[in-house]
């Protein structure tokens, strides 16, 4: 095996779900800014947080759920109703 080609840094970080607070533990080389403590084990790790996981994501949950904070739906409607007017 060749030396020197695994990262240095690969350790144990708290991924957080924005949407619903979920938690996962999983090795990785992400770069984090801010550590917390794990719900489940009360340990520090460092934090990555994101904004769907598996157990927010539709798919998975078998839920449908919105997720258009900037009202991108409205404002596509928007347009295909002007569009429509305009012919």
Do not use: C, W
């Not at 533990?25 to 009360?42: F, G, H, L, W, Y």
């Not at 109703?81 to 012919?87: F, G, I, M, P």
Request: glycine share 4%.
């Amino acid at each position: 095996m060749k030396k020197d080609i695994h990262p240095q840094n690969y350790r144990p970080v708290l991924f957080i779900d924005n949407s619903n607070g979920a938690e996962f533990i999983i090795s990785s080389t992400v770069e984090t800014k801010e550590t917390a403590k794990s719900k489940a084990d009360k340990k520090e790790y460092p934090v990555y947080r994101v904004e769907i996981s598996s157990a927010s994501h539709p798919f998975y949950t078998g839920n449908e759920k919105s997720l258009d904070t900037a009202g991108r739906a409205e404002k596509f409607r928007a347009r295909v109703a002007k569009a429509k007017k305009s012919k």
